[in-house]
């Protein structure tokens, strides 16, 4: 994948870059599309056959009841297999523009001088590897926190909506 950037790296961190307002928690965004498999402690299940009170594996936790699960209309991208590293995802995955993506490689070091950005998957499209492909049925999981889970391979922050995210002014 080829990023191009319309002004210095540098300038982008000092000038371009913000942190998200915080919201209130009961406002979650993102979502996985119908079909993504979700890493439980039951072994691997389909977004849409979660129901609460499942145990979903998370970074953070380990195994953590649903609290909720909602579905909604939502733009969506597909992240082809390997976009955001090896393995990352393991296997396409389309997700709510909105749907917060862990940059844990070079991306997150050009883009935003950091180890680690969470970045709205919109801001990450180039067309081919993370596309916006329409719109569908989008699954929200509410886990009670923001909490890291593994779908489709990939680790999908959830319930995140507090302030550490970084949005790209539209100017830019």
Known sequence: MTVQLRMNAQDLIVTGAQAVTPA????????????????????????EALQPGDRILTRERGAWPLRSVTMEQSTICTIRTDSLGVAQPA??????????????????AALFDAG???????????????????????????????????????????????????????EI
């Open 116 to 170: 680690m950005a969470l970045v709205p998957a919109d801001r990450l499209t180039d067309g081919t590897q993370i596309a916006r492909t329409g719109t569908c049925d989008v699954v929200r999981l509410d886990l009670g926190a923001p909490l890291t889970i593994v779908a489709n391979g990939m680790d999908v922050p959830t319930g995140r909506t507090e302030t550490g995210v970084v949005n790209l002014d539209d």
């Open 24 to 47: 209130s928690h009961d406002r979650v965004t993102g979502g996985l599309a119908l079909g993504t498999i979700v890493e439980t402690a039951m072994g691997p299940m389909a977004v």
């Open 91 to 108: 296997r396409d995955i389309s997700v709510a523009t909105d749907q917060h993506v862990t940059l844990r490689d070079w991306r997150a």
